[in-house]
């Protein structure tokens, strides 16, 4: 005799089943997206990335403390021209002409998030920033030139990400702090772009 399964067994090994395949295939999906980006970096298609691949926790946190910072900007996309004032000559380098609109609406955000957290630093040591730079989600890895100048802390932040050219120049001394956008090379190591 034939022994004719319950409803429900029916239906939890459906479900089993059903899991299992979800499974298989997202796994097989991962692996046929992984040869294929192997065989475009083999064929030497590969665009190179201007900014380190998120390879640790600690660079795809700072990737996504980006995103978060920049989701109501424009998506990334080509420099595009901005109208100046008819008086004014049109700047022919800088930021307002190198940078995309997602760039240009995140350098103000970031610009913002960094000046109220360093506003209160009684003594900006170049540890003190550091620190909450670290805090906001900026990795050591790209904060460059942190150092006392005076009676500032200087510092410079790469933020290079989905092919912008983003950096940010910053100078906090307990009663002025400055934080303003600037422009990286595409490509390659960090350099402030003069």
């Known amino acids: 005799m034939t022994e004719i399964p319950s409803p429900k067994a029916l239906f939890t090994r459906s479900v089993s089943t059903l899991a299992a395949t979800a ?36 660079e795809a946190a700072f990737t996504a403390m980006l995103d978060r910072v920049a989701r ?24 307002e002409v190198e940078l995309n609109a ?9 610009e913002e998030r960094i000046t109220r957290a360093v506003w209160e630093l009684a003594d900006p040591t170049p540890e003190k920033v550091g620190k909450v730079l670290n805090d906001l989600g900026y990795v050591d890895g790209r904060i460059h030139g942190l150092r006392q100048s005076g009676e500032a802390t200087t510092f410079a932040l790469d933020l290079r990400d989905k092919g912008g ?7 906090v001394d307990g009663e ?3 934080v303003t956008a600037c ?3 595409p490509t390659g190591p960090f350099a402030v772009a003069k």
């Not at 999906?29 to 190179?48: F, M, N, W």
């Not at 050219?165 to 100078?171: F, K, V």
């Open 23 to 58: 499974l298989a295939s997202l796994a097989l999906v991962a692996c046929g997206s992984e040869q294929a980006g192997t065989a475009s970096v083999r064929a030497g298609s590969s665009i190179p990335s201007p900014t380190p691949s998120p390879t640790s926790s600690s």
């Open 176 to 178: 002025r702090t400055m």
């Open 102 to 110: 997602r760039d240009w609406c995140a350098s103000a955000l970031h």
């Open 183 to 185: 422009v990286a090379p």
């Open 165 to 171: 050219r983003l950096c940010l120049d910053g100078s």
């Open 72 to 95: 109501s900007c424009p998506a990334p996309g080509p420099v595009e021209k901005h109208p100046g004032d008819a008086a004014a000559p049109a700047p022919t380098s800088g930021p």
